[in-house]
């Protein structure tokens, strides 16, 4: 009769800390959630703030947030997409650095790139597209790196396969490549809005406003948006506003779980 093999020391030390950083995560999510999501109703949904950000509710933030965020993957995304193909398919050794590069650089010099090309240079002043614009730069240099380690990751044979039968370039990559990575696509999509929804420094350089009267009227219009909002209440406000600002970030936070969510499903089900 065998014994069954204990578990080394490692090991369980391994397991111990595992279980610490996962439960100080959820920890940390709590305490930014509950505090907030007892402010939810209809109103904190549906109506503008009043009173000097100490009534109403936070339906430009929301609104804005979900504007330049559409904006930003609606133009980050083909890019990105593009720009991974043609990394992974041609070799270019230097953008690929370059892009590397990029992806390290702080949210706030993308944010003053912005302002300075977006805003004015091209004469689009603090407006939803200038904030979308500078995001999408932001994003891009991710996306793009995933969309490359996606595409590295199909086995060479099933290029040289296609080739072997006649298949043009072209062909290998739209038709095979692409719907094999289109999942991974997906979950890096989903990753990067997680990632757009929450920025605060481009935003307030591009696209936030203090506070606005009604809705955007077109792309070029300044909007509010969650995380600048809660960035203005907390550093302008007082006591007074402590509940909007604890339901704001509840709402980002759901926000954020949301997208994460999406994109570990997309995730699963693309291994």
Not at 42 to 58: L, R
Not at 74 to 85: D, R
Not at 217 to 223: G, Q, T
Request: charged share 10%.
């Amino acid at each position: 009769m065998t014994r069954p093999n204990k578990p080394s020391k490692a090991k369980i030390l391994l397991g111990i800390l595992v279980y610490t950083i996962s439960a100080l995560i959820v920890i940390l999510f709590l305490m930014a959630f509950v505090p907030g999501f007892k402010y939810f109703s209809v109103d904190f949904f549906t109506k503008f703030p009043t009173g000097g950000m100490t009534a109403g509710g936070i339906l430009p933030a929301i609104v804005g947030s979900a504007l330049i965020t559409a904006v930003s993957l609606a133009i980050s995304v083909p890019l990105g997409i593009f720009l991974g193909i043609v990394l992974s398919e041609y070799n270019m050794t230097y953008i690929k650095f370059a892009v590397t590069v990029l992806s390290g650089i702080p949210s706030v010099v993308y944010g003053l790139f912005g302002l300075g090309l977006f805003c004015i240079a091209m004469g689009m002043r603090t407006s939803i597209l200038a904030g979308g614009l500078t995001l999408s730069l932001m994003v891009l240099p991710v996306i793009s790196s995933a969309v490359y380690e996606t595409m590295r990751a199909i086995p060479r044979e099933l290029r040289e396969a296609a080739y072997a039968l006649g298949a043009r370039k072209s062909e290998v990559i739209f038709e095979m490549l692409l719907p094999a990575a289109k999942k991974s696509i997906l979950t890096v999509a989903f990753v990067s809005a997680g990632r757009a929804i929450g920025e605060t420094a481009p935003l307030i350089l591009t696209a936030a406003a203090f506070y606005v009267t009604e809705l955007p009227r077109s792309l070029l219009s300044p909007a509010m948006t969650l995380p600048t909002h809660l960035y203005f209440l907390a550093a302008a406000y007082g006591q007074k506003a402590r509940w909007m600002a604890q339901g704001t970030a509840s709402v980002l936070v759901l926000f954020v779980i949301i997208t994460y969510t999406l994109a570990f499903m997309f995730r699963r089900e693309s291994k």
